[in-house]
């Protein structure tokens, strides 16, 4: 299925330096829509600086990326990009509701059926009018997922968000990437979980030392 926003990425020789120290060292690769790439390689490969530059928080040192259409303007990308990192980072004295409707108005996004679909789909409806600080691990990985979905960006992008959750949370997650996938949006996950890129058909991106693995 055809979806409005960035219909490919393209990595184009990637580096990326924190002082003397690479991080990326000449990163070429593509992203494209309904797939599913797992980012994988050992701690200190580059897997975060290489989603961080893809999600447009870090700037390149060298070379570039591509959003088609819109080239490598950052700015209009950024529109198009849902995130869940490690950590929720959702305000803890906000309920789940009230973390997803603050992006949602951030995007642009002021349907209220919007922000209750997004919560209800990662089943997150029992406790979204809870304060996210009295919440479990798992329950604000919910809620921060459905802040990701909220405005049905066309990039999907997940730094280990799985850590510590329990079996129904990961299932959801599954079911929620397969879905994605499957509206043909890009799914870009890092993750050292056995099984998850078999699980769901995902093709697997390997970075060894800040370059792409052969």
């Not at 690769?29 to 975060?48: D, H, L, R």
């Not at 849902?82 to 996004?109: I, K, P």
């Not at 304060?131 to 997940?158: E, F, N, Y």
């Not at 730094?159 to 079911?175: M, S, V, Y």
Request: charged share 20%.
């Amino acid at each position: 299925m055809r979806v409005s926003g960035v219909t490919r990425i393209s990595v184009q020789k990637v580096t990326r330096l924190f002082g003397a120290t690479a991080a990326l060292r000449g990163v070429t690769c593509e992203f494209v829509p309904g797939t599913i790439t797992f980012v994988q390689g050992p701690n200190g490969a580059g897997k975060s600086t290489l989603m961080s530059i893809v999600g447009t928080v870090l700037r390149p040192t060298a070379g570039k990326v591509v959003y088609e259409p819109f080239g490598t303007s950052t700015r209009q990308a950024r529109h198009h990009i849902g995130w869940v990192a490690h950590d929720s980072h959702c305000y803890r004295d906000l309920t789940g509701r009230e973390n997803v409707a603050l992006a949602a108005q951030l995007y642009g996004c002021t349907d209220a059926d919007a922000i209750a679909q997004s919560c209800e789909r990662v089943g997150a409806g029992r406790f979204w009018d809870q304060p996210v600080g009295t919440l479990s691990r798992g329950q604000r990985q919910r809620i921060a997922l459905a802040r990701a979905l909220v405005h049905s960006p066309s990039i999907l992008l997940l730094d280990e968000p799985l850590t510590g959750l329990d079996a129904a949370t990961t299932e959801r997650f599954d079911q929620v990437l397969l879905e994605e996938r499957d509206r043909g949006r890009i799914v870009v996950v890092i993750s050292h979980r056995d099984g998850w890129a078999e699980r769901t058909g995902g093709r697997v991106l390997r970075i060894e030392a800040g370059r792409v693995a052969s």
